[in-house]
Structures are given as C-alpha cells and as structure tokens.
C-alpha cells in the first residue's frame, strides 16, 4: 500500500505525513524511541543519590527553576497482558499496594523538602502497571499527600494526567478522579476485537470503555485520549478496520497508535503469544497504512512517533507553535520542566542529569528505610549529550532544525562539527526523508514516519556501539524495537 495522506496544499505542514512503503521496508531497522537522550541504556551505576541531591541543589541554587513536572509510578496490575514489556508486578494480593503508598508517600516527603521553594507543579502524570490499582481511597489519600508536599498550579493552567485501565474503574470512578484533581485521562483499548482480546489475555468489553470515554467527558476532562496497538495476534485489516471505526466514533481528543515489539527474549509475558497468530511484516505495514488513513480522514493530525490529535487538543496547538516537548511520558505541552518522578523504576530528569530509581520493591523499601532517595543510577550530561539532546528533541517534536539556532546557543560550526553525521544525513536525503540547505534540515512527509532513522544518526553512542560491533558481526541492538 501506498500513497500520501494529507494535502500540503490544504493543511498545515504539520499535519501531512505520507507512507511510502517500499522506503519504510528498506529502512526500517531496530532503533531507540527517544523519550530521552541519552537513552536510558546508556545510564551507569556510577550515578547515584549524591549526584541526584547536586542537580536539585545546583537548580534550586540558580533560582530560575521553571515549574516543575511530577510522575508517580504504580507498578501494580490485577492480570497480565501477554504483550506487556511495561515494568509491573502482577498480584491480586491488595496489601502489597497498601504497604507500597507508605513508602512512596516517605519518598514524596523526601522530594517534597528538597525542592522546597521549587516545588511549583504545572504537569503531573500516573503511570504504571495500573495506577487505578489503588482504590479510590487510596488513589485520594496519595493526591492529598502530593499537595502537602508540592504546590500545584490551578487546574486551568496545569496538565494533570492518569493513565487508567476501562477494566478497572467505574464511570463513578471516573468522576472522582476528575474531583481528585486529574484532568487528563488515557485510557488503554489496544483493540476491540474480541478474538484479538483472548489472544492477548485482556478481555474488555467495547460498551464498558465507551462508557469510560463518556463518563470522563461528561466529568470534565480537558483531554481524553486512547491507546491502541497493532501488529497484536490474530489482527488483520478488518479487525484494524473495525476497532478503527469505533475508537473513532468514540470522539477521544488524542490516539496514539503503538507497534507492538514482539521481543519474548526481553519480555516473558510475551512467550505465551503463539507466533503463528501474528500478522506477517506486511499486514503490519498495511494495518499501519489504514490506521493513518482513516485517522486523517477523521480529521486527527500526524504529531509524531505513534500520536495523533485533534487540530484544536493542546498537544496540536503546542506543535503549530513550535512548543511541544517530549519526555519519558511521550509528547508534552511544557517545555523544559524538570522532571521529578517518584516510585519503583521512575525515571527523572533535573537539570543536565537523569537518574533512575531501583527496580525491585525490596530495594525500594531498603533505600527508603534509610532515609535515603531510591536511586540506582543515572547520567551526568556533558555538552555533547545537551547539543545531541536539542537536536533531537526539536526533530522528533517540530521536524525541522533550525541550524542557525544551534550555531547561536552552542559554541560550534554546525557543518564542522556534525560533518560525519552529514554524510549519513545526505544519505537519507537521497532517499526523500529529508532536505537540507544552508539553514534548515527539513524532515519531509515521507520521512516523518521515520523519524527515528534520522535521530539515530545524532546519536553518538549509538554511533559508537555499532563500530564496536562492526567486529563481532551483531548487526542490530536487540534490545530496541523497530522504528516503524
Ligand atoms: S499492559 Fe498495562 S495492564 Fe497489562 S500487564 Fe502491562 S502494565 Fe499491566
């Protein structure tokens, strides 16, 4: 299948994206996905608490700390999706979560007081597992807590989201979550098909989140937005049809279409997916084709990576502005705020550092038990990583790169110091991913979809690991997905 969606003529640049099929098959290789740089792969066991407790003191210290983004994981889930790759513990034992909130409310508190005078909230995200795990009680009690300890900006202003599972919550549920504070939802469908379902071990009946859909609009929130996944078992292109037209008459603000990574050597959930129930290479690309198709035609814009919107959602808006920003959550409205993240495996971003919390429960309580920040490593970023970091961060966000913006915040000549990754970008605009003149690097339609082709080239360490490699003939990083 071929063919270009969206007219240049009629719409905004944003919004045309074009699938070119024999380019993605010729390019499409494993590669990382950016929500940072560098990836998170790269983070070392060198970095830890002390290193965490100078980024926020050198911040703070400045005084021009903006406003500040929070992520609360909650690793746990009721049942086990075989695709699932996420970082979760699968228990219906509801006492582990009790026990876990006393150790991330101790965590909060520690963030809490070492961002004291910082601590202004303008983007806070749940993510898991399952965060609608904890009842409504819980989930109360934990919203109190972070306002104790971080101070949040009015509900018009801030962007405060939950990812929720339609298998979890109630449409009463739903409207509490909008009085606790939440006004953004994600919901996971990832199909509607009930064959699909069985095979993946998620069975969700389509009325149930439909009514979730409804009853998040009808408790006023400002974004609702709905996660889908293709490349799953027994999907063809009339399931992707189907659960298409439905997602669609649902009316959500933001889909985002995710490729499913079939990776059982990395993910032991995955190695009860039969192999012979997965669409070959090409029905992906096909289901991949139609789901931009017919999300165009329903008037949803191509952001980037797997999102799509609504011309009027935030998301859109910040992108025809040129202010969108991603991070570990994907895209986001608020550029540059430090991320502070709080739980089992979280992940933070404050300054030029990331640092990542232990993976285990048992470490997680150990280190809390000692009155010490959970952390098991990280990354100082030198200049290099800062200028790569932009790069990337403006491609993957605005598909363009101003080269005179670089050259006028970094003390470097553009063509000098990027000559090696030059080539490799006239590589790719042989192929029509993307044009280069004396002052822009232009991602065009047909090379939006692979975007991640053409960061990789900034990416220095992926540069260097793959001349390592060129000596013991692995040709491609296992531990990625495919870009496309
Ligand atoms: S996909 Fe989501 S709900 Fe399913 S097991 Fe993974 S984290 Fe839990």
């Known amino acids: 299948m071929e063919g270009t969606v969206g007219s240049a003529a009629l719409l905004p640049v944003t919004q045309t994206v074009e699938f070119d099929t024999a380019l993605i098959r010729k390019l499409s290789q494993l590669g990382p996905r950016y929500t940072s740089y560098p990836t ?5 066991a060198e970095f830890g608490y002390r290193d965490y407790l100078q980024a926020v003191t050198g911040a703070t210290a400045r005084g021009n700390m903006h406003p500040l983004s929070l992520y609360i994981h909650i690793p746990f889930c009721e049942s086990i999706c075989y695709y699932c790759g996420c970082n979760k513990i699968v228990t219906k034992d509801r006492s582990k979560a009790a026990n876990y909130l006393v150790y991330l409310k101790r965590e909060i508190e520690m963030q809490g007081k070492l961002l004291a005078g910082a601590n202004r909230i303008e983007q806070l995200h749940f993510g898991g597992g399952t965060p609608t795990y904890l009842s409504d009680a819980q989930m109360g009690d934990l919203m109190q807590h972070l306002r ?4 949040f900006a009015p509900d018009a202003e801030g962007e405060y989201s939950i990812e929720v599972d339609p298998r979890t919550v109630t449409p009463e549920r739903v409207h509490s979550l909008r ?3 939440f006004n953004r939802i994600s919901l996971g469908v990832q199909d509607f098909d009930a064959d699909v379902q069985e095979a993946v071990n998620r069975i969700q009946p389509e009325s149930e989140t439909v009514a979730i859909i409804d009853a998040a609009r009808a408790a006023g929130f400002r974004s609702v937005s709905v996660d889908l996944i293709y490349g799953l078992p027994k999907q063809n292109l009339h399931t992707m049809e189907q659960t298409l037209q439905k997602v669609i008459a649902a009316d959500p603000d933001r889909i985002a279409i995710y490729n499913y990574a079939h990776m059982p050597h990395l993910f032991k959930p995955q190695r009860r997916i039969a192999e012979a129930d997965l669409p070959s290479a090409e029905t992906k690309l096909d289901m991949l084709a139609l789901c931009i198709s017919r999300l165009n035609e329903a008037g949803y814009i191509y952001i980037g990576m797997d999102h799509f919107a609504k011309p009027t959602d935030d998301l859109a808006v910040a992108q025809r502005q040129g202010r ?15 991320l502070v993240s709080c739980g089992v ?3 933070s971003a404050i300054g030029a550092t990331y640092s990542q919390n232990v993976k285990t429960l048992d470490e997680y309580y150990e280190h809390i038990e000692q009155n010490e920040l959970p952390i098991a490593r990280g990354i100082k970023l030198n200049m290099d990583d800062l200028l790569r970091r932009i790069i990337i961060q403006m491609l993957m966000c605005n598909f363009e790169l101003s080269i005179a913006s670089i050259e006028l915040a970094y003390p470097i000549t553009f063509n000098s110091y990027f000559a090696t990754e030059l080539v490799k970008l006239r590589e790719l605009e042989q192929s029509g991913l993307l044009t280069i003149d004396e002052e822009w690097i232009t991602v065009t339609p047909k090379g939006r979809l692979l975007i991640r082709n053409i960061c990789m080239v900034f990416d220095r360490y992926l540069a260097s690991a793959q001349s390592a490699r060129a000596d013991d003939s692995t040709t491609q990083p296992l531990r990625y997905s495919k870009t496309i």
Do not use: E, K, M, P
Request: aromatic share 16%; no cysteine; charged share 20%.
């Open 345 to 347: 495996s979280a992940i």
């Open 40 to 44: 998170a792969d790269r983070f070392n």
């Open 148 to 151: 104790r300890w971080f101070n």
């Open 324 to 338: 969108l920003h991603r991070n570990f959550q994907g895209y986001s409205t608020h550029v540059g705020a430090d």
């Open 179 to 181: 009085r606790q504070g």
